[in-house]
């Protein structure tokens, strides 16, 4: 179940950012300090909805515990064209492998593209990610890209690059149809 942030969620941000394992392809293993979350994660998290309740953040649920176990978000990424957003996920390790990244994404890749007339999804991860590029292909998306970008802070698996993958609403469709 996905809803949106609230002021109250710092706790299962920390809890989730705290597991070198998750924050293993973005930080290398590095928690995010609890006080970056209070000042500027969840704050921009909250700002998304503000704004715009169509794109932003989204607290992921589990229905049967009513667990906090992740966030999605479904966004225009920095510097794309209008009309293209970038969906992205982080799910606590104890929830990887049960296919809520997957259903998930399906979910945000299905809003785009009914309800927000969005023409391109993409997404993107470390090259060598490979649980997150499986979860990609099967939310429908394909490999599109890959690109070498500095990293301000290196990290292991930093030289094979970054991919991007993508899916546009025409082909969204017709997979749709079969």
């Given at each position: ?14 809890e ?9 392809y ?20 909250l ?24 966030w ?22 104890d ?16 809003k785009a ?11 993107g ?10 979860v990609?292909d ?33 082909e ?7």
């Amino acid at each position: 179940m996905l809803r949106e942030f609230t002021p109250h969620d710092v706790e299962h941000l920390v809890e989730l950012d705290a597991d070198p394992e998750v924050m293993r392809y973005i930080s290398g293993g590095r928690p995010t300090p609890r006080e970056r979350i209070e000042r500027d994660v969840l704050p921009r998290f909250l700002s998304y909805h503000e704004r715009s309740g169509d794109a932003g953040f989204w607290a992921t649920i589990e229905k049967a515990s009513g667990r906090f176990v992740g966030w999605f978000h479904l966004r225009p990424a920095p510097g794309s064209p209008p009309g293209e957003t970038e969906l992205g996920y982080r799910l606590r390790r104890d929830a990887w492998g049960k296919g809520y990244a997957t259903e998930g994404s399906r979910a945000l890749v299905r809003k785009a593209f009914t309800e927000l007339g969005v023409r391109r999804v993409t997404a993107g991860t470390m090259a060598v990610n490979e649980r997150s590029r499986r979860v990609m292909d099967k939310a429908g998306l394909r490999l599109a890209r890959t690109v070498y970008r500095p990293w301000p802070d290196p990290i292991e698996g930093t030289e094979h690059g970054d991919v991007e993958y993508a899916i546009d609403r025409d082909e969204w469709r017709r997979r749709a149809d079969q």
